[in-house]
T-cell receptor, first 120, second 111 residues
Framework: DTGVSQDPRHKITKRGQNVTFRCDPI?????LYWYRQTLGQGPEFLTY????????KSRLLSDRFSAERPKGSFSTLEIQRTEQGDSAMYLC??????????????????FGQGTRLTVV | EDKVVQSPLSLVVHEGDTVTLNCSYE??????LLWYKQEKKAPTFLFML????IEKKSGRLSSILDKKELSSILNITATQTGDSAIYLC???????????FGTGTRLTIIP
């Protein structure tokens, strides 16, 4: 399978525990995004990387959240001291991007299957 | 703040009907509008629109962008039960790499 893959698919954790999710993008894609989706809502942007550099972070991303993409390939998203409000589907996407401004659009973003987090 | 609004929020039709889903956007330095279909987990890509008035088609699905009206529509003709899904509209901007999504339209096709 050459699409975006995420692991695990489901995670149930107790409030206060730390969790880490992994995303493997499509191999030639240089851009990787994390989104969060709650029931009845569209995905909300959390952060994105171009290669190994984290270039943008949403205000939604509190200091309990940290994301890395150390070698410009796979990425991890860690949530520390989880809260019930963190329960959501965490989606990863990747695309092939060029310059930042006044350039052709990136290729479309392809999404992984998501990690559903339940904090009890 | 950038915003994308979809309507209707929910739609139930019979198999064979034609449906039109709407998306409007308020995005600074708008670049492109994208449509995704979400059935159970991952949103799957349908269309990316950057130019006004040029229809994109894929089988029974088609979409068009109107930059003057800041809107787009997604048409599905001869609907089938497999078209039942949430249809998401998203927009991005020059210099801003995130996608801003609408809340989606939940489409249900009754056999």
């Amino acid at each position: 399978d050459t699409g975006v893959s995420q692991d695990p698919r489901h995670k149930i954790t107790k409030r206060g525990q730390n969790v880490t999710f992994r995303c493997d993008p499509i191999s030639e894609h240089n851009r990787l995004y994390w989104y969060r989706q709650t029931l009845g809502q569209g995905p909300e942007f959390l952060t994105y990387f171009q290669n190994e550099a984290q270039l943008e972070k949403s205000r939604l991303l509190s200091d309990r959240f940290s994301a890395e993409r150390p070698k410009g390939s796979f990425s991890t998203l860690e949530i520390q001291r989880t809260e019930q409000g963190d329960s959501a589907m965490y989606l990863c996407a990747s695309s092939l991007g060029w310059g930042p401004i006044l350039t052709p659009p990136n290729t479309e973003a392809f999404f992984g299957q998501g990690t559903r987090l339940t904090v009890v | 703040e950038d915003k994308v609004v979809q309507s209707p929020l929910s739609l139930v039709v019979h198999e064979g009907d034609t449906v039109t889903l709407n998306c409007s956007y308020e995005v600074t330095n708008f670049r492109s509008l994208l449509w995704y279909k979400q059935e159970k987990k991952a949103p799957t890509f349908l269309f990316m629109l950057t130019s006004s008035g040029i229809e994109k088609k894929s089988g029974r699905l088609s979409s068009i962008l109107d930059k003057k009206e800041l809107s787009s529509i997604l048409n599905i003709t001869a609907t089938q039960t497999g078209d039942s899904a949430i249809y998401l509209c998203a927009a991005d901007a020059f210099g801003n790499e995130k996608l801003t999504f609408g809340t989606g339209t939940r489409l249900t096709i009754i056999p």
